[in-house]
C-alpha cells in the first residue's frame, strides 16, 4: 500500500515541476515564438520552424547572426543583443522542442518527390544531415521543415550569399538549378525523418 | 510587416568581410562531396565538430576533472579566449592566440598584475590558425597567404597593417589551415595538407617547406605529409619533428596518427596517400606500394584518428629532470570515432636514434562520458618552465606548472 502512495506521490510532484519548467520556458520562448510558433512550428511564410532543431545548431546560428556573418533584419536585430548566457539559454530552449511537421504542409508530388530523393542522394545531403535529414550536433534539420525556407535557403546557398563558417554548403549546391533545388526543397519538407535523432546527439557543450 | 522585413533582407544579404572569411579561394565546384566524408561508409553519421561558438565562462571551466602527474597542478590560465588554437610567446611576455573557423582572429593575452588581459588585435581573417613570433614581428598563415605585423608587442592596441610575406598557397579550406615554425636555420618552415581526406597525390600539397622570411627560396622539407598541425625541432641538434593526421573512414581503430620524425636533410617520403602510418596500404591508392619499404616510418604512433596536433620539446628546469627534452604533445581527440580517442596531452621520449621509446598520459580528463569537456590544441613552454595548453572547445587556455607537492 504505502508504495503505490509514494510513486503516486512523486508523479504528481513530478507532474507539477515539469508543468513549472514548461511554463518558464514558454514565457522565454515568446519572443521566437512570435514568429516561430508557439511549439517551433512555424505558420509564417520564409521563417523556419525550430522544433526539433539541435541546440547545437541553434547556438551556432545565433552566434553568426549576432556576430553580422548571417544577416537577416529580424534576427540580426534580436541577436545583436543577446549575451552569451542568452545564446545558451535560447539553443537549450529550440534543443527541447520535439520534432513535427509543418503546418498547412502542401501534399507531396510523387514525382517531385522521387526526384527530390535522387538528388539527396547525389550531392550527399545525408552525409552530414543524416540518412533521415534529422541533422545533429552543428547540423540542421532538413525533414519537416518549411518548404519554403528550404527553398530560399538553397537557393542563398547556391547564390554564395549565405555562408557558413565554410563554404561546404556552397560547395555542394554548385551544380545544382532553380528546378533541381526546388525539388530537393519539396523532397526535404516532406521527408518522413521525424525521429528524433538528431536531438539526441544535440545537448550543448559545456 | 514582419513577413516584408524578413523578405527583404533576405535578398540584401551583405556580402561582408566577415562572410568573405569562409569562402574558398577556387570556385566551386559542381557535386563535391564535403572532403572529409569522401570514403565514408554509408549510414555512418559521424562528423567533424566545430569548436563550441561559445567561450566556457570561467567558473564553469572543468579544471577540477583535470588529472596531471603528482606533483604538478593544472589552473585556467586566461578564459574567454573564443576558438583558441596556436600558441606563442612574444619577447614581452605577450602570449599569442590563433583561432580558426568560429573566431577568424588573433588574439594578445597579456598578465596585468596575475590577471589575464585578453585583445583582439586581428579579426575577420580567414581560417588564420596558423602564427609564429619572431625579432618582434608576427607572421600569421591562412590557407592563401602569410602576412607579418612588425614590432607588435609594442603595438597591440594599435596594430600595423600586415606586410606580405608570401602568397602563393593553395587557398584550400580542407587541411589548408597552417601551423608554421620558424626553425634553427632562420627559415619558415610551411606545411600544406591534402585538400581531402584522401586523393591523389599532387605537387602542391601533402607537403612541408621552408622558405626565407621574405618568402624567398622555397625548398621541399618532406612530402607524403597528410595534414601536420605541430611540429617542433629538437633543442639538442635542431632535428624537425611533426605530428601527422592520419586519414579517416578506414575503421574504428586504424590508422593511427603519428609523431614523425624528418632529421636535418629533409626530403623524406612518408607516403601519403599510398600508405598509412608507415604499414598500411590505402584500400584505393595503396596497391603495389611495400609500405615499410619505401617509406619513411614514424617515430611513434599516437593513436586512431586522435587529432595530434600541437607539440614542443620541453627545455625548462621547473619540471623533474625527465622531462628535459622530451616531446609534449597535444591530443584534439576524435570525431572519426564512435567512442572517442585523445582529447588530452602526452608526453613522448626520443630515444636518440630518431625514434621514440617511450609514452605517458600527462594532462587528461577532457573527455566525460564520451562527451568533451575541452579539447587541446596546441601546447607552449613559459619562461618559467610552466607549459600552457590551448582549448578551443572551451575557448580557454589552462596552465601546468610543478612544485613536487
Redesign the interface.
Known sequence: MTVPRTAAVAVALLAIATGAVAQADADRFAPCAA?HGAAGVSA????PSLAGQPS?YA??QL??FR????????M?AMATPMS?AD??VYSDLIGRLPAAPPIASTPADPARMKRGAALAV???CT??H??DLAG????PRLAGQREDYLA?SLA?FRA?????????M??????LGPAELDDLAHYMAHAPGLGTAGQTAAS??? | MLLSITRAAAVAIALGAGAGLALAEDPPKPEEVPFWAIGKPKGNTLAPVPSFPIATPAAQLPVAKLKVPPGFKVEVWASDVLDARGLRLGDKGTVFVSSLFVAGKIYAVTDKGGKREVKTIAEKLFLPNGIEFYKGALYVATPKDITRYDDIEAKLDSPPAPVMVYDKLPGDVPHGWKYIRVGPDGKLYVPTGAPCNICARDDKHMKIVRMNLDGSGEEIVATGVRNTVGFDFDPKNGDLWYTNNGRDWLSEDLPNDSLNHVGKTGNKDFGYPYCHQGTIADPEYGWGKNCAAEFAQPALLTGPHAGTLGMRFYTGTMFPAKYRGAIFIARHGSWNRTKIFGGDIVVAWPDGKGGISKMEPFLTGFVDNNQYLGRPVDVMQMKDGSLLISDDHAGAIYRVSYSGK
Open positions: 514568429c509564417i511564410a520564409d521563417t547545437f547556438i551556432t552566434f553568426l556576430a553580422g556573418r548571417r544577416t537577416n533584419a529580424v540580426t552569451d545564446l545558451r547525389q550531392h550527399r552525409s552530414c543524416g540518412d545533429g550536433k552543428q547540423v530560399r542563398e554564395g550569399t549565405r555562408v557558413g563558417y565554410t563554404s561546404a556552397n560547395e555542394t549546391l554548385a551544380g550543448a557543450p559545456r
